[in-house]
């Protein structure tokens, strides 16, 4: 009698959670209106011009290459997408990446550079992102864990990106 009650309890318990976890599934998200200024939008451009790179320009001002378009789902900022990347400044040092093994995020957490540039791929698609500054993470300096400085403000950002996977 006592191991039908304690199983009882636990699908009780599941199926509470299971319930609790459909309220929490709507996306608290939008999408983002936001565009860079012209001022950045040139900056970009000066510097793909010195770099002789050749890039689209997306309406919010985010320039890309599309490398590898893919197949899957393109994502929006509602999606969790897995991702390998690295990200860097224009002097080309390296100030984060994945390391290989992909990351996952929901895409509507992230700098509104990474929610424009990655429509224009799907899910095994592969892109470069130039990112204007404001688009990024505009006039304030980041920081890793020790206070020391990872990104100076007001910094262009370019991140190569493979979109593994999307849901």
Not at 130 to 147: E, T, V
Not at 155 to 163: A, K, Q, R
Request: some cysteine; glycine content about 10%.
């Amino acid at each position: 009698m006592r191991k039908i009650s304690f199983y009882g309890l636990i699908v009780s318990l599941v199926f509470v959670f299971a319930s609790c976890l459909k309220k929490e599934a709507g996306c608290p998200y939008n999408e983002l209106s936001v565009k860079a200024p012209g001022s950045e939008v040139q900056q970009v451009e000066m510097y793909l011009a010195a770099k002789n790179i050749t890039a689209q320009k997306d309406s919010s001002g985010v320039y890309y290459i599309v490398e590898t378009s893919g197949t899957g789902k393109t994502p929006d900022v509602c999606s969790v997408i897995s991702v390998n990347y690295t990200g860097s400044l224009t002097n080309d040092q390296v100030f984060d990446k994945s390391n290989g093994t992909p990351v996952s995020f929901r895409l509507g957490e992230l700098i509104a550079g990474w929610q424009k540039g990655l429509k224009h791929i799907k899910a095994g698609g592969k892109i470069k992102l130039f990112i204007p500054p404001s688009l990024g993470y505009g006039d304030k300096d980041a920081k890793d864990g020790n206070g020391n400085v990872v990104i100076p403000a007001n910094s262009i950002l370019v991140f190569s990106l493979e979109l593994v996977g999307v849901q």
